[in-house]
């Protein structure tokens, strides 16, 4: 997909896939899942090489969710983009569907398990640093939630892939200033974020991550530097695109009721209506 505009739809849909997803399961991380569902669909929509029919092409760009938990987007961005059925979605979280409730590896266009916080960049930079070892052309991207920095594991892997210098490996961060049980700030501060990544050799880049154009541009910025690990920090709001979801920390779990899916699925409506 080439336009904005295009990508802005798509984002819209992928939200109505996954509400629908979670209040089918009874069960879900409904908030963070919104907040990211623009950088996903950036990604693998517009950025990302990849082909659903061979998902093991060697020289395809690796994504990792390392907040695992935000996994109805991710999984509807698969189904969608045709690594596997979208009948699939309804069996999400059910008795022997492997549509489990975090990111599992059996499932086409995953790459790693993850859900336990603090593996995903971990995990990027053994890759990044094995595609450079192996002159794999590929890009490696993490996609991390900001309570998830509490974890000390990201700070390791923040040091090695400056020390190996892996401007193969793209990370982003879902600023949401939400984590499970409420702000960031209060529950372990993050700022200055920004000067947090430079200080450990990373080049940085601030987005609107719920702004579809805004996210464009820091990815080309990102691919085009060369000789530092990227990261961007991407703004966003969790629960974006339901009124009543946003900034809501409760939402961070909770499963839409039969009402509340409607009103949520007719506001996706108008937003789709007022982009078509
Ligand atoms: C190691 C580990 N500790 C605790 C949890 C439980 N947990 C799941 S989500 C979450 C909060 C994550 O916050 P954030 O990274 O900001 O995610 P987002 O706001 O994007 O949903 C926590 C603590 C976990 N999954 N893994
Ligand atoms: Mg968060």
């Given at each position: 997909?080439?336009?904005?505009?295009?990508?802005?739809?798509?984002?819209?849909?992928?939200?109505?896939?996954?509400?629908?997803?979670?209040?089918?399961?009874?069960?879900?991380?409904?908030?963070g899942?919104?907040?990211?569902?623009?950088?996903?669909?950036?990604?693998?929509?517009?950025?990302?090489?990849?082909?659903?029919?061979?998902?093991?092409?060697?020289?395809?760009?690796?994504?990792?969710?390392?907040?695992?938990?935000?996994?109805?987007?991710?999984?509807?961005?698969?189904?969608?983009?045709?690594?596997?059925p979208?009948?699939?979605?309804?069996?999400?979280?059910?008795?022997?569907?492997?549509?489990?409730?975090?990111?599992?590896?059996?499932?086409?266009?995953?790459?790693?398990?993850?859900?336990?916080?603090?593996?995903?960049?971990?995990?990027?930079?053994?890759?990044?640093?094995?595609?450079?070892?192996?002159?794999?052309?590929?890009?490696?991207?993490v996609?991390?939630?900001?309570?998830?920095?509490?974890?000390?594991?990201?700070?390791?892997?923040?040091?090695?892939?400056?020390?190996?210098?892996?401007?193969?490996?793209?990370?982003?961060?879902?600023?949401?200033?939400?984590?499970?049980?409420?702000?960031?700030?209060?529950?372990?501060?993050?700022e200055?974020?920004?000067?947090?990544?430079?200080?450990?050799?990373?080049d940085?880049?601030?987005?609107?991550?719920?702004?579809?154009?805004?996210l464009?541009?820091?990815?080309?910025?990102?691919?085009?530097?060369?000789?530092?690990?990227?990261?961007?920090?991407?703004?966003?709001?969790?629960?974006?695109?339901?009124?009543?979801?946003?900034?809501?920390?409760?939402?961070?779990?909770?499963?839409?009721?039969?009402?509340?899916?409607?009103?949520?699925?007719?506001?996706?409506?108008?937003?789709?209506?007022?982009?078509m």
């Amino acid at each position: 997909m080439n336009t904005i505009k295009e990508l802005e739809i798509k984002a819209v849909e992928i939200r109505k896939i996954m509400l629908q997803m979670i209040h089918d399961a009874g069960a879900g991380h409904t908030g963070g899942s919104l907040s990211s569902v623009d950088i996903l669909v950036s990604l693998f929509y517009n950025k990302m090489k990849h082909d659903a029919n061979n998902p093991n092409w060697d020289e395809r760009d690796r994504f990792l969710l390392s907040k695992g938990h935000s996994v109805e987007g991710y999984y509807s961005v698969l189904a969608d983009s045709g690594y596997f059925p979208k009948e699939d979605l309804s069996t999400f979280s059910k008795f022997k569907s492997e549509l489990i409730g975090h990111p599992n590896k059996n499932v086409p266009g995953v790459e790693m398990n993850t859900g336990s916080l603090g593996h995903g960049l971990p995990i990027g930079v053994g890759m990044a640093l094995g595609a450079k070892k192996l002159g794999n052309p590929c890009t490696i991207y993490v996609l991390m939630g900001d309570g998830e920095l509490a974890e000390g594991s990201i700070w390791e892997a923040a040091m090695a892939a400056s020390n190996y210098k892996l401007d193969n490996l793209i990370a982003i961060i879902d600023r949401n200033g939400l984590q499970i049980s409420g702000c960031t700030e209060d529950v372990m501060s993050l700022e200055n974020l920004k000067e947090k990544w430079a200080a450990f050799g990373w080049d940085t880049v601030e987005v609107d991550g719920n702004n579809m154009q805004s996210l464009i541009e820091g990815l080309d910025i990102a691919k085009k530097r060369k000789g530092k690990p990227q990261m961007i920090i991407a703004k966003t709001i969790k629960g974006k695109g339901v009124s009543f979801m946003e900034n809501v920390p409760t939402w961070h779990h909770g499963v839409p009721s039969k009402e509340e899916l409607e009103q949520a699925l007719k506001e996706l409506d108008n937003s789709l209506k007022e982009l078509m």
